[in-house]
């Protein structure tokens, strides 16, 4: 059996036209907005969200998130930090340590920009999934969330 690896096309190469099916957009979609709102119910309702844990690993995830990231503002994310290419050389060796330790590590998640607003257009970015974990047990652990508990 061979294994065959993606490639960048070559240069001139054409390639075939893809189409996103709208059906798992939608489920996607779906998904999405039920974890968002059942997140933010947590973090709402919690009384006191430096104690709330997301994961069985929110230890190791936010000792190694501090580690390679020990002065990332969390408060207010920098979406363009994140996904420029230097961002996404750090991101990306970090996320690839959960891949067998977070299931669907990768899933894209709605993570709020501000964490003292509720989900909104303005307020929403898409993220994979341990980013969200990572940030939001970072926010958590932080008293970053506690803004949000009180106003609300």
Do not use: C
């Not at 240069?11 to 907005?33: S, Y």
């Not at 069985?56 to 994310?77: C, L, T, Y």
């Not at 991101?91 to 959960?98: A, C, E, N, S, V």
Request: aromatic share 10%.
């Amino acid at each position: 059996m061979s294994v065959v690896l993606p490639r960048a096309p070559q240069k001139g190469e054409v390639l075939p036209e893809v189409e996103n099916n709208p059906d798992i957009e939608k489920q996607w979609v779906v998904k999405a907005v039920k974890q968002s709102e059942v997140y933010f119910k947590m973090i709402t309702t919690f009384p006191d969200t430096t104690k709330l844990k997301l994961t069985p690993i929110d230890d190791e995830i936010h000792f190694e998130f501090r580690a390679v990231f020990p002065d990332m503002k969390v408060d207010v994310i920098d979406e363009n930090a994140m996904k420029s290419a230097e961002g996404k050389a750090i991101w990306g060796p970090f996320m690839m340590r959960f891949k067998d330790r977070i299931v669907d590590f990768n899933f894209l998640t709605m993570l709020r920009v501000k964490s003292n607003e509720d989900y909104s257009e303005e307020n929403t970015i898409v993220v994979p999934k341990i980013q969200f974990y990572a940030i939001e047990v970072a926010r958590n652990r932080e008293g970053k969330n506690k803004n949000i508990t009180a106003s609300s």
